[in-house]
């Protein structure tokens, strides 16, 4: 799969969008580049209503995306008695910092519920490296019977959800002893995470020249010395984006499982803890939007200055959506 | 390096905890709703084994049928506006004008934060007396009255469906976008120096190089789109009356919510052979674009 493949090499330095276009650039006419810089600065001009253009669907676009947190801000923003008066206005007429300060005695957990939402990301992320690492090298290097099938056949697991399997894995789940603790959202959770990580890094270490194994080899060195020592090194850049991509689906995925598969306070994470709010009288919603904030804002800034491994690891690993 | 027998072995066994990993938690599963789906299994201990009686069950009474069209009904029209708004928004991503890098990273965070906290602000949205999008537009003047949008039937249908467009549409245009980078640069070059403008450039080499792309994402979105269940079981849980119940919310309702495990089952399966066809479906296209890359 070419196409993929293009872009899961690029490194970890770079850019992914705007190496991409560059090195595409670079690679098909390395000589006539100077003489092509004014033409592409041509190309790319615009008369003022183009701009203008653009920038309005750009606006369009962003308000679409955007507005659910916008309004979910000003949201909490809002006294509640506010929230429920009309007519509507969008901007609050009095600002109260409320909610940021009541919404830890209405739902006393939730410090916990943060937490449990990080603390099971990450130990689906590092359950899902430690599997996906050898596998994925597995793929890369060696040449057995029924490679192709097995490759196959953990792309098409892939493509199943959890929520189909709910009854069996919730019996699995049961017969595991593994119900109402950690375990029951991070095992199903780090499963389906597996299949789509092991074609990412698969492909990236399929760039890491051959001839490197072949001369630890010829120097004595073990198999696993040379996944260890001469493998791991090189294929770090790839590895992380496997990890965030896979933190990243675990954090943003956590609904159903531990929804079906705890009912214990103390290890909801955060989605299913906010549920908290909903079993009042009356849905409390600027607390609700105000702990929601809180409570991804760590994991989003982190995410956002991370955001050229996640183009990258989108574009090279898009197995599943 | 040597293909010998010991490569072979040394091969599986750094294959084997992934191998066991997804036998145990996934393809077990799967065999085993298979199974259940021919008893009568449910909250007591022990079950029976009941033939084909689940299937005749679903498909004989009731609205199954009318379920699983309401499902594909729902499923086509999220992917094709998720398609249609992501191919838009990598078009207006791509244009050289100052704001470029911050506009890409504003359009990623519904795809990033959990997926349940995105959907509780859309159904604070959605509230017919006190949300946005009634309040707006009443104070637009555009409705005279407020329009509880998950309270009708019709009304429910679509704005579940413009939720999960818009947990898919990052992801989709950050895709877009950059397959569109990776077209070769002089291909526009050569067509402008022959004076193409930019809409006939677009249509006449972006998108006919992007259709690898359109499709490998459309068939992912497909399945993804077919198997959600997050955005419909919290904004309406199927309803009201029914009208938002695809074919995973009614599979969770008889099996989670009602416990009838064997005929959940059933459900189930009848869910597990569509996604096999698109999965075959979505195989065969990617082997004939990688044959067309090829030659």
Same mark, same amino acid.
């Given at each position: 799969?070419?196409?993929?493949?293009?872009?899961?090499?690029?490194?970890?330095?770079?850019?992914?969008?705007?190496?991409?276009?560059?090195?595409?650039?670079?690679?098909?006419?390395?000589?006539?580049?100077?003489?092509?810089?004014?033409?592409?600065?041509?190309?790319?001009?615009?008369?003022?209503?183009?701009?203008?253009?653009?920038?309005?669907?750009?606006?369009?676009?962003?308000?679409?995306?955007?507005?659910?947190? @916008?309004?979910?801000? +000003?949201?909490?923003?809002?006294?509640?008695?506010?929230?429920?008066?009309?007519?509507?206005?969008?901007?609050?007429?009095?600002?109260?910092?409320?909610?940021?300060?009541?919404?830890?005695?209405?739902?006393?957990?939730?410090?916990?519920?943060?937490?449990?939402?990080?603390?099971?990301?990450?130990?689906?992320?590092?359950?899902?490296?430690? @599997?996906?690492?050898?596998?994925?090298?597995? *793929?890369?290097?060696?040449? *057995?019977?029924?490679?192709?099938?097995?490759?196959?056949?953990?792309?098409?697991?892939?493509?199943?959800?959890?929520?189909?399997?709910?009854?069996?894995?919730?019996?699995?789940?049961?017969?595991?002893?593994?119900?109402?603790?950690?375990?029951?959202?991070?095992?199903?959770?780090?499963? *389906?995470?597996?299949?789509?990580?092991?074609?990412?890094?698969?492909?990236?270490?399929?760039?890491?020249?051959?001839? +490197?194994?072949?001369?630890?080899?010829?120097?004595?060195?073990?198999?696993?010395?040379?996944?260890?020592?001469?493998?791991?090194?090189?294929?770090?850049?790839?590895?992380?984006?496997?990890?965030?991509?896979?933190?990243?689906?675990?954090?943003?995925?956590?609904?159903?499982?531990?929804?079906? *598969?705890?009912?214990?306070?103390?290890?909801?994470?955060?989605?299913?803890?906010?549920?908290?709010?909903?079993?009042?009288?009356?849905?409390?919603?600027?607390?609700?939007?105000?702990?929601?904030?809180?409570?991804?804002?760590?994991?989003?800034?982190?995410?956002?200055?991370?955001?050229?491994? +996640?183009?990258?690891?989108?574009?090279?690993?898009?197995?599943?959506? | 390096?040597?293909?010998?027998?010991?490569?072979?072995?040394?091969?599986? &066994?750094?294959?084997?905890?992934?191998?066991?990993?997804?036998?145990?938690?996934?393809?077990?599963?799967?065999?085993?709703?298979?199974?259940?789906?021919?008893?009568?299994?449910?909250?007591?201990?022990?079950?029976?084994? %009941?033939?084909?009686?689940?299937?005749?069950?679903?498909?004989?009474?009731?609205?199954?049928?009318?379920?699983?069209?309401?499902?594909?009904?729902?499923?086509?029209?999220?992917?094709?506006?998720?398609?249609?708004?992501?191919?838009?928004?990598?078009?207006?991503?791509?244009?050289?004008?100052?704001?470029?890098?911050?506009?890409?990273?504003?359009?990623?965070?519904?795809?990033?934060?959990?997926?349940?906290?995105?959907?509780?602000?859309?159904?604070?949205?959605?509230?017919?007396?006190?949300?946005?999008?009634?309040?707006?537009?009443?104070?637009?003047?555009?409705?005279?009255?407020?329009?509880?949008?998950? &309270?009708?039937?019709?009304?429910?249908?679509?704005?579940?469906? %413009?939720?999960?467009?818009?947990?898919?549409?990052?992801?989709?245009?950050?895709?877009?976008?950059? &397959?569109?980078?990776?077209?070769?640069?002089?291909?526009?070059?050569?067509?402008?120096?022959?004076?193409?403008?930019?809409?006939?450039?677009?249509?006449?080499?972006?998108?006919?190089?992007?259709?690898?792309?359109?499709?490998?994402?459309?068939?992912?979105?497909?399945?993804?789109?077919?198997?959600?269940?997050?955005? #419909?079981?919290?904004?309406?849980?199927?309803?009201?009356?029914?009208?938002?119940?695809?074919?995973?919310?009614?599979?969770?309702?008889?099996? #989670?919510?009602?416990?009838?495990?064997?005929?959940?089952?059933?459900?189930?399966?009848?869910?597990?052979?569509?996604?096999?066809?698109?999965?075959? &479906?979505?195989?065969?296209?990617?082997?004939?674009?990688?044959?067309?890359?090829?030659?």
């Amino acid at each position: 799969m070419s196409f993929h493949d293009a872009k899961a090499t690029l490194p970890a330095g770079a850019n992914p969008l705007a190496a991409t276009a560059s090195s595409v650039a670079e690679l098909s006419k390395p000589k006539v580049k100077a003489k092509a810089r004014p033409a592409k600065a041509m190309i790319d001009r615009y008369h003022w209503y183009e701009v203008a253009a653009l920038y309005a669907g750009i606006a369009v676009f962003l308000f679409f995306v955007l507005s659910p947190f @916008i309004e979910g801000f +000003l949201v909490s923003l809002k006294p509640l008695a506010q929230l429920f008066s009309t007519p509507y206005s969008f901007i609050p007429k009095t600002w109260s910092f409320d909610a940021y300060v009541n919404m830890w005695t209405s739902v006393p957990a939730l410090g916990m519920h943060i937490f449990n939402s990080f603390f099971i990301s990450s130990v689906v992320t590092l359950i899902v490296v430690a @599997i996906v690492v050898p596998a994925a090298y597995s *793929f890369a290097r060696f040449n *057995f019977g029924g490679q192709a099938l097995l490759l196959g056949m953990f792309l098409a697991v892939n493509m199943f959800s959890g929520a189909v399997l709910l009854i069996p894995l919730f019996r699995l789940m049961r017969s595991l002893g593994l119900l109402n603790t950690y375990f029951a959202m991070i095992v199903p959770g780090a499963a *389906f995470l597996i299949p789509s990580s092991i074609w990412l890094l698969r492909t990236y270490m399929m760039r890491i020249p051959r001839e +490197l194994d072949e001369a630890a080899w010829v120097d004595g060195a073990s198999r696993l010395y040379t996944l260890r020592r001469v493998i791991l090194p090189l294929a770090m850049p790839g590895i992380v984006v496997v990890a965030i991509m896979t933190f990243i689906g675990a954090y943003a995925q956590q609904f159903i499982f531990a929804l079906t *598969f705890n009912s214990k306070t103390e290890f909801m994470p955060l989605p299913v803890g906010l549920f908290a709010f909903f079993g009042k009288q009356e849905v409390i919603w600027n607390e609700l939007m105000a702990a929601s904030f809180v409570g991804i804002l760590p994991v989003m800034i982190v995410i956002i200055f991370l955001q050229r491994y +996640l183009v990258a690891g989108l574009t090279a690993g898009a197995v599943k959506q | 390096m040597t293909s010998s027998r010991s490569a072979t072995i040394f091969a599986l &066994a750094l294959l084997a905890p992934a191998l066991i990993y997804i036998l145990t938690i996934v393809a077990y599963p799967l065999v085993d709703t298979i199974i259940l789906s021919f008893t009568n299994a449910s909250l007591k201990a022990g079950y029976d084994f %009941v033939g084909w009686a689940n299937y005749q069950r679903i498909f004989g009474v009731g609205n199954f049928t009318e379920v699983i069209v309401r499902t594909f009904v729902w499923t086509f029209f999220s992917v094709t506006t998720k398609m249609i708004i992501g191919m838009a928004g990598a078009v207006l991503l791509n244009a050289a004008i100052p704001g470029q890098a911050v506009f890409r990273i504003l359009t990623m965070p519904p795809w990033i934060v959990p997926m349940a906290i995105g959907i509780y602000m859309w159904s604070w949205m959605y509230n017919g007396q006190f949300g946005m999008i009634s309040g707006l537009l009443q104070n637009f003047g555009l409705v005279d009255g407020p329009v509880a949008w998950l &309270a009708y039937g019709h009304t429910a249908f679509w704005a579940t469906i %413009v939720t999960d467009v818009w947990i898919g549409v990052p992801m989709v245009t950050i895709y877009f976008l950059a &397959a569109m980078q990776s077209i070769p640069k002089d291909l526009y070059e050569a067509a402008w120096t022959d004076g193409a403008g930019r809409f006939y450039r677009f249509r006449r080499i972006t998108v006919p190089l992007m259709v690898p792309a359109i499709i490998t994402m459309s068939l992912l979105s497909l399945i993804a789109t077919f198997n959600s269940f997050d955005i #419909i079981w919290i904004l309406t849980q199927g309803g009201p009356s029914g009208s938002t119940t695809t074919m995973i919310i009614d599979t969770y309702k008889t099996a #989670i919510g009602s416990r009838k495990y064997g005929e959940g089952a059933a459900r189930a399966v009848v869910i597990c052979i569509f996604v096999s066809l698109f999965c075959l &479906a979505y195989f065969r296209a990617v082997r004939k674009l990688q044959q067309g890359e090829a030659k």
